[in-house]
């Protein structure tokens, strides 16, 4: 499984949107809730991929340079919604770390949550990757280490943090691997 590529990975969540619709909706019947209310919530829309050089940190100053993993993830997709998952563009992420609302859950995390990433790294250090519930501060960051030339990606949602060594861990979580 090492040689798996960000495009491989892509290719397979791509490919997995019609089981993730499923399961979906039959979780909304599960509680009782109809099926057309479900399919109100459930749809895949993929933008056309982007060439990046760089990609924006929590410090609207600060740019990092795109790693190899982050190039493919971008040049695949720009922005790329899903159940339950918002991929987001370049735009996007710009847009995002700038609304007061995200910077209060940034703000809300380093005061609050011993080790999560706000409370360990600085705004430069830290990006966002996607999105899974905006209004409850639900997104997964990517962190910029010192020593890896490929970010970690930390998500969070909820009250629950799942740390990841890399773009690829993060899309084979994704993909149920």
């Not at 019947?29 to 479900?38: F, I, M, Q, R, V």
Request: net charge negative; charged share 30%.
């Amino acid at each position: 499984m090492s040689n798996v590529s960000v495009v491989c990975l892509l290719d397979k969540y791509r490919d997995g949107y019609e089981e993730r619709a499923r399961v979906f909706i039959e979780g909304f019947k599960k509680y009782g809730l109809p099926e057309a209310e479900a399919r109100k919530h459930i749809e895949q829309i993929i933008s056309p991929g982007e060439e990046i050089t760089e990609i924006p940190s929590l410090d609207i100053s600060k740019n990092h340079t795109a790693s190899k993993q982050l190039k493919e993830r971008f040049l695949y997709a720009g922005s790329w919604k899903d159940i339950g998952e918002h991929l987001l563009s370049i735009k996007q992420i710009s847009s995002l770390i700038r609304k007061k609302k995200f910077r209060q859950w940034i703000l809300s995390m380093r005061e609050n949550w011993e080790n999560s990433a706000p409370w360990l790294f600085s705004d430069e250090r830290l990006s966002v990757l996607s999105v899974s519930n905006e209004d409850d501060g639900d997104f997964s960051l990517l962190v910029w280490t010192k020593d890896n030339t490929e970010p970690e990606v930390w998500r969070y949602s909820g009250q629950n943090e799942h740390k990841f060594e890399n773009l690829l861990a993060w899309l084979r979580w994704l993909n149920g691997e």
